[in-house]
T-cell receptor, first 111, second 115 residues
Framework: AQSVAQPEDQVNVAEGNPLTVKCTYS??????LFWYVQYPNRGLQFLLK??????LVKGSYGFEAEFNKSQTSFHLKKPSALVSDSALYFC?????????FGAGTRLFVKA | AAGVIQSPRHLIKEKRETATLKCYPI?????VYWYQQGPGQDPQFLIS???????DKGSIPDRFSAQQFSDYHSELNMSSLELGDSALYFC??????????????FGEGSRLTVL
């Protein structure tokens, strides 16, 4: 069975500092991994995905994620956080016609 | 660009009533998904349809049913509503041309409140 875990309920970072939101996964077979962002009372928005190839994946709004097979991790990163990045971030794994989401990590970026 | 359209955006029902949510996927997307998100929770997968056939099933209660129609829109029917059904219901769509790794495009959700 596919699953993802987000060990942090909340991440706090100062504007301009780098941010990392952690995700680990458990899959059988090739992992198809995703990051989505959700703003209050809105639908989830796709940020980036890893299918195969380069372990560093670049996505929307300056976000990137690093796939690490040995550590089964897919951490979301951004070199310089913005206040507007404050939102709920979900890591997800795709298996067949089902996408399973992690519990979510709330990111607070303080000015 | 066209996005996933959900209606209604807000719905208030009494216990034991029925409700129907509608979803219009992005044009040429052949797969539709339904998710339920409770307050402060992650989206829980309910059910998906590919080319109008049910493709996968998650934690959808027996009181709920769904289908995808010939024009690819989908409806989620909920009967005998309970207080615990109060949640945000999201529809998402994707294209199988992205293969198994196609990302989901979400609608803005339908907020159901059961009183």
């Amino acid at each position: 069975a596919q699953s993802v875990a987000q060990p942090e309920d909340q991440v706090n970072v100062a504007e301009g500092n780098p941010l990392t939101v952690k995700c680990t996964y458990s899959v059988s077979g090739n992992p198809y991994l995703f990051w989505y962002v959700q703003y209050p009372n809105r639908g989830l928005q796709f940020l980036l995905k890893y299918i195969t190839g380069d372990n560093l994946v670049k996505g929307s709004y300056g976000f990137e994620a690093e796939f690490n097979k040995s550590q089964t991790s897919f951490h979301l990163k951004k070199p310089s956080a913005l206040v507007s990045d404050s939102a709920l971030y979900f890591c997800a794994v795709r298996g067949g016609f089902k996408t399973i989401f992690g519990a979510g990590t709330r990111l607070f970026v303080k000015a | 660009a066209a996005g996933v359209i959900q209606s209604p955006r807000h719905l208030i029902k009494e216990k034991r009533e029925t409700a129907t949510l509608k979803c219009y996927p992005i044009p040429r997307h052949d797969t539709v998904y339904w998710y339920q998100q409770g307050p402060g929770q992650d989206p829980q997968f309910l059910i998906s349809f590919y080319e109008k056939m049910q493709s996968d099933k998650g934690s959808i209660p027996d009181r709920f049913s769904a289908q995808q129609f010939s024009d690819y829109h989908s409806e989620l029917n909920m009967s005998s509503l309970e207080l615990g059904d109060s949640a945000l219901y999201f529809c998402a769509s994707s294209s199988s041309r992205g293969g198994a790794a196609g990302e989901l495009f979400f609608g803005e959700g339908s907020r159901l409140t059961v009183l």
